[in-house]
């Protein structure tokens, strides 16, 4: 194992992960490089019971990349950008 990638020692894969509709697909169908690869994962995301959870996961982690939650990287600046200027979800 290449220890530059390891995952922190504490990292707990959360529950819901196992529920996520993604789960049994390709990683890179939700990391699209064009507008029309973010409809096709948005579009897996719109059935998914874990989506809010997805989602809230890539807002507290900041992930930055992908369609999370059966959102763009875009969407998510946005909501981030909102929350913080609301006062909603601490201080970032």
């Known amino acids: ?6 995952s922190p020692a504490d990292h707990v894969t959360p529950e819901w992960m196992d529920r996520a509709r993604c789960r ?12 029309v690869g973010v409809e096709v994962a948005k579009r897996v995301c ?3 019971p874990v989506r809010a959870e997805c989602l809230e996961y890539a807002l ?10 059966g959102c ?3 969407e998510r600046r946005r909501m981030l950008r909102s929350r913080r200027l609301s006062g ?3 201080t970032w």
């Not at 194992?1 to 390891?6: P, Q, V």
């Not at 507290?60 to 939650?69: C, K």
């Open 1 to 6: 194992m290449n220890e530059s990638f390891a």
């Open 24 to 35: 049994s697909l390709d990683p890179s169908e939700f990391f699209p490089s064009d507008g």
């Open 46 to 48: 719109a059935e998914c």
């Open 60 to 69: 507290t982690h900041r992930i930055d990349h992908g369609v999370w939650g």
């Open 72 to 74: 763009s990287e875009r």
């Open 88 to 90: 909603v979800g601490g």
